[in-house]
């Protein structure tokens, strides 16, 4: 089975400096991999994912990750964070394929953005 | 991006009532649906899956008989938490998954706050 692991439960960066946020995962097949964030009391938006071809993928408002098969990673980086990124993120895998339907999501960051 | 609609946003109920969450598709159909629960600063624990006209799929550990999900047409699923008590309080989110070009994203809907007294 799949799993996943996001090391850092919060992450509190002052407002303009950049961010990394990190996702490992564990799979013995091929995997989609994906960042959602969540903002209080609402449910999860797609910030980005990755389905194959190029392994840096760029998302919304300035998030990009990248993906390296080799460490089992999917980090999440923004050069300049803003007071508005203050949200929690998960990290979530998909196995490869049909069929195939459930998403495992990682335990979730908090990042909180100081002024 | 698609939209998935949820309603209600927050609901309070007394001990022993049932509830009923509906999980909307609004510009795509959705094969496949999807319900969450989330408790306070966790993770998504996903409770079941469920195809457009078939009977839902339950996680391990998830009561059929308490939590009945119907997914009657491609753009409507609904979670009804039968009987409801104070610890069946917690966040529950849908998601859809949609045809192809959609295939391999799921999208969520903004949740809802269920809270029984």
């Known amino acids: 089975a799949q799993s996943v692991t996001q090391l850092d439960s919060q992450v509190p960066v002052f407002e303009e400096a950049p961010v990394e946020l990190r996702c490992n995962y564990s799979?013995?097949?091929?995997?989609?991999l994906f960042w959602y964030v969540q903002y209080p009391n609402q449910g999860l938006q797609l910030l980005l994912k990755?389905?194959?071809?190029?392994?840096l993928v760029k998302g919304i408002n300035g998030f990009e990750a990248e993906f390296n098969k080799s460490q089992t990673s999917f980090h999440l980086r923004k050069p300049s964070v803003h007071i508005s990124d203050t949200a929690e993120y998960f990290c979530?895998?998909?196995?490869?394929?049909?069929?195939?339907?459930?998403?495992?999501f990682g335990t979730g960051t908090r990042l909180t953005i100081i002024p | 991006g698609a939209v998935v609609s949820q309603h209600p946003s927050w609901v309070i109920c007394k001990s022993g009532t049932s509830v009923k969450i509906e999980c909307r598709s609004l510009?795509?159909?959705?094969?496949?649906m999807f319900w969450y629960r989330q408790f306070p600063k966790q993770s998504l624990m996903l409770m079941a899956t469920?195809?457009?006209?078939?009977?839902?799929?339950?996680e391990q550990g998830v009561e059929k008989d308490k939590f009945l999900i119907n997914h009657a047409s491609l753009t409507l699923s609904t979670l009804t938490v039968t009987s409801a008590h104070p610890e069946d309080s917690s966040f529950y989110i849908c998601?859809?998954?949609?045809?192809?070009?959609?295939?391999?994203?799921?999208?969520f809907g903004a949740g809802t706050r269920l809270s029984v007294l």
């Open positions: 799979s013995s097949v091929s995997v989609y």
């Open positions: 998601s859809a998954r949609g045809a192809p070009g959609l295939q391999n994203i799921q999208y």
């Open positions: 990755y389905l194959s071809g190029s392994t």
């Open positions: 979530a895998v998909r196995l490869y394929g049909f069929g195939n339907e459930k998403l495992t």
């Open positions: 510009d795509f159909q959705a094969t496949t």
């Open positions: 469920s195809n457009e006209g078939s009977k839902a799929t339950y």
